[in-house]
């Protein structure tokens, strides 16, 4: 069974850093392109960024809306997906996912149950 | 960024057809998907590229569409069907969502 965990969340003040984590089971972690996404109370899902699996090199990309503030990184011999954030703004304030694509980077038929940040002084 | 608009939200009966649009601002060919989502739950993926249903799926949900118009079909709807539905294209960076529908069953 695909099981995504993550953890990491909390409240942090603005401008500080806080790093995400996702721990993944039951499927060939390595094999898989993985994304973050992020959901504000009561709005739609963000995508915030991907990371390509080990056999296209493990190259990002990520949404304009986060790019150069964001980060996404993977450690595949522990199944572990990560997000650092950094100088963040209290409209980051959402609950932040993990998920897996099916179709590369697409498709995301797996998902996290999702980890609370708040931004706020 | 590509834009989804759809409609905000729709209120039926039980038993009856519903017919959720999405209109991207820009061609996403194919690159369409359907996301349920419940209050308090993470997405769950309903359709992708456009009309194809994911495994487990009940096939009372459909979708159709191309290039720039698209459509979730629930037919019949049942009260279990209460939920949020987002279109969500993969075709343009970044990829985007709608602000989704809220179906409510009577």
């Known amino acids: 069974e695909v099981k995504l965990l993550e953890s990491g969340g909390g409240l942090v003040q603005p401008g500080g850093s806080l790093r995400l984590s996702c721990a993944a089971s039951?499927?060939?972690?390595?094999?898989?392109?993985m994304s973050w996404f992020r959901q504000p109370a009561g709005k739609a899902p963000e995508w915030l960024g991907f990371?390509?699996?080990?056999?296209?090199?493990?190259?990002?990309g990520y949404n304009p809306s986060v790019e150069g503030r964001f980060t996404i990184s993977r450690h595949d011999t522990q199944d572990m997906l990560y997000l650092q954030m950094n100088t963040l703004r209290t409209e980051d304030t959402a609950t932040y996912y993990c998920?897996?694509?099916?179709?590369?980077?697409?498709?995301?038929?797996?998902w996290g149950q999702g980890t609370l940040v708040t931004v706020s002084s | 960024d590509t834009v989804l608009t759809q409609s905000p939200a729709l209120a039926v009966f039980p038993g009856e057809r519903i017919t959720i649009s999405c209109r991207a601002s820009?061609?996403?060919?194919?690159?369409i998907y359907w996301y349920q989502q419940k209050r308090g739950q993470q997405p769950n993926l309903l359709i992708y590229?456009?009309?194809s249903l994911v495994s487990g799926v009940p096939a009372r949900f459909s979708g159709s569409g191309s290039g720039t118009d698209f459509n979730l079909t629930i037919d019949p709807v049942e009260a279990d069907d209460t939920a949020i539905y987002y279109c969500?294209?993969?075709?343009?960076?970044?990829?985007?969502f709608g602000s989704g529908t809220k179906l409510e069953i009577k």
């Open positions: 990371i390509r699996n080990k056999a296209h090199g493990y190259t990002t």
């Open positions: 039951g499927f060939p972690f390595t094999d898989f392109y």
């Open positions: 998920a897996r694509g099916t179709f590369g980077r697409a498709g995301f038929a797996y």
């Open positions: 969500h294209q993969s075709w343009n960076d970044p990829l985007t």
């Open positions: 590229g456009a009309s």
């Open positions: 820009e061609s996403v060919s194919v690159g």
